[in-house]
């Protein structure tokens, strides 16, 4: 049986140590996949040129515009990078880290880890931790590409020296997963909080179908900004620099980041924060991974 919930329901007040006080925790992230998920999905689309270009536009226009808007708000961010990413862009990704942001690993080449075996999985966390390096970057995070975290997937991160990931869902604020290599911050994410399914679309490859007004993404964000402030929980944002770098949608952004100052009630926090002050809170749920078991009897397809 999964392990319980240490609470429920709202508990603001109990002002647990890791919102440092805060009604709820404001983690703004952005992915800087550039080019991966679409040779993710064949590598015959190198020979897209549509598709590539919607792609780099991600590092030309996308990544730019939002490292300056943070800037308007003087705020730090987590950007996860393919490693990839990081050797074809090497300049835009220096950038990121030169603006005061904090850059982690977001694998190699954004294949999905369930569709790879356990040797390739390695080698695919292995080598995108060897990319970052080569900038000089040293990750304190992982985000499993597309989340399709494997259960091997945390121990690996802590056997390579990454103290936190942002893959699971099955929760709204922060907690520690002790794997058999030692302890891992989970900061959970979700699809709500992701621009990806506000956001993409492009046909071939199908990424996404979907091109849906800043004004809903925006609406559908600020609900879950309240509603982490209620239950006080970790509002973790998702964003693309190919997707939300776009000038409607930065605006958006924009909008969203001034009203999260305005609520004055909300911390942010990078990943790499957040994982110093969840260890350092002496009732953060700790939790083991309980691999789910699948009975071919009662589930004969695979
Ligand atoms: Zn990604």
Redesign the pocket.
């Known amino acids: 049986m999964p392990s319980s919930p240490t609470s429920s329901g709202p508990d603001v007040s109990s002002s647990p140590g890791w919102r440092d006080g805060a009604a709820a925790v404001a983690m703004l992230t952005f ?1 800087v ?1 550039g080019e991966t ?1 679409v040779l993710a999905a064949g590598r015959r689309y190198a020979e897209h040129a549509m598709a590539m270009s919607h792609q780099a536009y991600d590092l030309r226009r996308g990544l730019p515009r939002l490292l300056a808007l943070l800037a308007e708000f003087d705020l730090r961010a987590t950007f ?1 990078v393919p490693g990839l990413t990081a050797e074809r862009w090497p300049d835009a990704v220096s950038a990121i880290v030169e603006r005061g942001h904090e850059v982690a690993h ?1 694998s190699y080449s ?1 294949r999905p880890s369930t569709e790879l075996t356990p040797a390739e999985e390695r080698v695919e966390f292995e080598r995108g931790l060897e990319a970052l390096t080569a900038l000089g970057i040293q990750p304190t995070g992982y985000r499993s ?2 989340w399709a975290a494997t259960w091997r997937s945390a121990e690996l991160a802590v056997q390579h020296g990454l103290g936190y990931d942002t893959s699971l869902m099955d929760d709204d604020r922060p907690y520690v997963v002790d794997t058999p290599s030692g302890p891992l911050v989970e900061l959970p994410p979700h699809w709500s909080l992701d621009d990806w399914e506000q956001y993409a679309y492009l046909p071939e490859p199908q990424l996404g179908n979907v091109i849906e007004p800043p004004e809903k993404a925006l609406s559908l964000w600020l609900a879950e900004l309240d509603g982490m402030r209620e239950y006080g929980g970790l509002f973790q944002l998702t964003a693309h620099s190919f997707l939300s770098g776009r000038p409607g949608r930065a605006r958006a952004l924009r909008q969203l980041l001034e009203a999260i100052a305005d609520r004055g009630d909300v911390t942010f926090m990078t990943g790499s924060e957040l994982r110093t002050a969840v260890l350092a809170d002496p009732g953060i749920e700790r939790r083991t991974h309980e691999p789910v078991k699948a009975d071919p009897a009662v589930y004969p397809n695979w």
């Open positions: 992915a996949d998920p996860f977001h954004h590409p597309m």
